[in-house]
């Protein structure tokens, strides 16, 4: 007779008070726990189209031209082009024309300020599905442990009654379907991951596009300051 056969015929009598307790409990059936991955993976569907339409419509289609008419001091051409937009690069094209006449550095303090702000709105919900990924295949594992706990503890009761050729079905039957619990909590886990990465890279390309277009308006700010010096300069000059 192996070990886990042994153990299994054990009287909870001769188990400790906390031992029998905690056995009476992970003897319960472990369908519970697919039941909470399957409520998880249906939050995190939920959040995974949520945050695609989010991030789908609060961003600027022509980022890369309009930065480059920002460069060439085509402000009005921006005004016009962020009208009625939404989103983080919108935003940070609205304030700092907003504050333009107060200089360039003024100008980068805002863009700062702006992309702070707006940073944690494309954040949100993210942790879930971080965190849900790292710990859904652990969830998984804990229901398999408990199914296997219960198959033993079956297969014990069925050979101290004489079970004979049905005590493998048995074992079998009940590990078979604990395992299904690790392959949900994977089958969970596995989307989360590639959504949680997914738009943490498209926020970090957001990110970029917002700096580039912050950096042109500052760049064109100050390439025109020293173009009007000089040319008071020059007025002044003449006029002597």
């Known amino acids: 007779m192996t ?3 042994s153990l299994a015929q054990t009287n909870h009598t001769e188990l400790g008070w906390l ?20 409520i998880l993976s249906v939050l995190s569907i939920a959040i995974m189209l949520e945050r695609t339409v989010y991030f789908a419509r609060h961003r600027l289609p022509d980022s890369e031209a309009l930065a480059v008419r920002l460069a060439r ?3 009005d051409v921006a ?3 962020i009208e009625g937009k939404t989103g983080m690069e919108a935003a940070i094209i609205r304030e700092a024309l907003a504050s333009a ?14 992309l702070s702000r707006e ?11 971080g965190t849900l990924g790292n710990n859904a295949p652990f969830i998984g594992l804990f229901g398999t442990v408990l199914g296997i706990i219960k198959a033993f503890n079956d297969l014990g009761k069925m050979n101290a009654q004489g079970g004979g050729g049905a005590m493998q079905q048995t074992v079998m039957a009940g590990i078979s379907e604990a395992l299904v619990a690790t392959a949900v909590g994977l089958a969970v886990a596995i989307p989360a991951v590639v959504a949680f990465n997914v ?17 042109a308006l500052v760049g064109s700010m100050r390439a025109e300051r020293p173009a009007s010096s000089t040319a ?5 000059a003449e006029a002597r």
């Open 19 to 38: 031992s029998s307790k905690l056995l009476g409990v992970t003897l319960t059936s472990a369908e519970w726990v697919l039941w909470v991955l399957v």
């Open 73 to 75: 001091g085509e402000y």
């Open 232 to 236: 008071t300069a020059a007025r002044a």
């Open 3 to 5: 070990p886990f056969l």
């Open 119 to 129: 940073r944690p709105q494309y954040e949100r919900f993210l942790s879930y599905l």
């Open 199 to 215: 738009f943490n890279r498209q926020l970090k390309t957001l990110t970029s596009r917002a700096n580039a277009l912050g950096y």
């Open 79 to 81: 005004r016009k082009a």
């Open 101 to 114: 006449d107060q200089g360039a550095d003024t100008v980068e303090q805002v863009i700062a300020s702006t």
